[in-house]
């Protein structure tokens, strides 16, 4: 109960921040119509927003809409279908339509994900903890995502719930979240791997064991090859709706710099442009920086600070921003994909010490002022939409 309230005044924050935000978004006819002011509920579909409207009122396209030389343009088959499913069940109700739809999956899914999220903590640090952590996390930059028609809240929701049962080893109901999964967001693939090293612990203790019944390896092997499965299904599914089987990296491609996807070098590249721009060596200050970054990431990951939490949860610390690297060029939606990262919240006010200290409560208090300003920043700088074009959030 205390996480779902922490949660729900979390988004009087948020919401408040959206209603200043709104009054300075000035009306787009694609996304917000062409006549009267934004309302609050307009805000909610805005940037992918709009997507997932055209995906629940719509669906996806049957061919991949082209460029004139050929290349694929941005398209509704970047975005999972479970969100925009569960927002179109609730638009079968009469006055409902995606804009209230969308917030309310959003609000909802991220409050299970608050509640989950302190009952998993709540095994590894004292209660109080937990819960101040739930609102680390409740109020990170991105947070107005948790409210609007993005499935941030949604994949926490599901991450969540999966990585708590492949703590408690119950693979058959890791195996049925990982395929929910990916059907939300593509995360599975890290989470995919963190299953497979859990396996092969779990082989590795089988082997060493006395007893060796090779029917005791079923359900992980099984868990494992589920997992890694759902992570290719949705480009999968893509190939064959369009008939084109790399249709779903040729579809990510369409947001990437130069139209394509370049493994970890871009980090280097657009870091340089974004954040260094004006300096002598800009590469070497970007390399600094994601340096920098990989070596917070690790530490967090394998130092004390994180020695309370359970290797599954550390091993998603280091997996889901390897994967990052990997497949993303970084921007300013960085910020946003670290929701997912949720173990962080808990690291960064000591709850992961194996003596959490006396002060935490200031700690805590001081990271949750930050994030509050630096959400306030995050809405008014990134969310709102300037036309014609505008970085994203």
Do not use: K
């Not at 070098?265 to 800009?282: H, V």
């Amino acid at each position: 109960m205390a996480a779902l309230v922490v949660y729900l005044l979390s988004r009087c924050v948020s919401t408040g921040y959206l209603l200043i935000a709104r009054g300075q978004q000035e009306p787009y006819p694609r996304w917000t119509g062409e006549d009267g002011e934004v309302g609050l509920l307009d805000m909610s579909v805005l940037w992918d927003g709009s997507w997932y409207r055209a995906i629940a009122e719509d669906g996806y396209p049957s061919e991949l809409p082209l460029h004139e030389d050929g290349t694929v343009r941005q398209n509704q088959w970047a975005f999972y279908p479970l969100f925009p499913v569960l927002s179109r069940i609730l638009m079968i109700i009469p006055g409902v339509d995606f804009r209230l739809a969308g917030t309310v999956v959003a609000l909802v899914a991220g409050a299970g994900a608050a509640v989950l999220m302190a009952r998993l903590f709540a095994r590894y640090t004292p209660a109080p903890l937990a819960v101040a952590a739930v609102g680390v996390w409740a109020v990170q930059p991105a947070a107005p995502t948790m409210q609007v028609a993005y499935t941030e809240s949604l994949a926490t929701l599901v991450l969540v719930a999966a990585l708590t049962a492949l703590v408690d080893r119950r693979w058959y109901a890791v195996a049925g979240l990982a395929f929910v999964l990916g059907l939300t967001r593509p995360i599975t693939l890290p989470f995919a791997l963190v299953v497979g090293l859990v396996f092969l612990w779990e082989a590795r203790r089988w082997w060493q064991g006395r007893e060796r019944d090779p029917r005791d390896l079923i359900p992980p092997l099984l868990a494992t090859v589920i997992a890694g499965a759902s992570g290719l299904m949705w480009a999968t599914i893509v190939g064959i709706g369009t008939g084109v089987p790399d249709g779903y990296p040729q579809t990510m491609a369409a947001w990437r710099a130069g139209g394509e996807i370049v493994p970890f070098r871009p980090w280097i590249d657009n870091t340089a442009i974004l954040l260094f721009r004006d300096a002598e060596s800009p590469r070497v200050l970007a390399a600094l920086a994601v340096g920098a970054l990989a070596v917070f990431l690790v530490a967090a990951t394998a130092g004390p600070w994180a020695a309370r939490l359970p290797p599954e949860l550390r091993l998603w610390m280091v997996a889901y921003p390897a994967y990052l690297a990997a497949v993303l060029d970084v921007g300013t939606s960085l910020i946003r994909y670290a929701v997912p990262l949720f173990p962080l919240a808990l690291v960064l006010i000591g709850g992961g010490l194996r003596r959490p200290p006396r002060w935490w409560p200031l700690l805590a208090g001081v990271v949750v002022l930050a994030l509050v300003w630096l959400q306030y920043r995050w809405t008014l700088g990134l969310f709102v939409f300037v036309p014609p074009s505008d970085y994203p959030p």
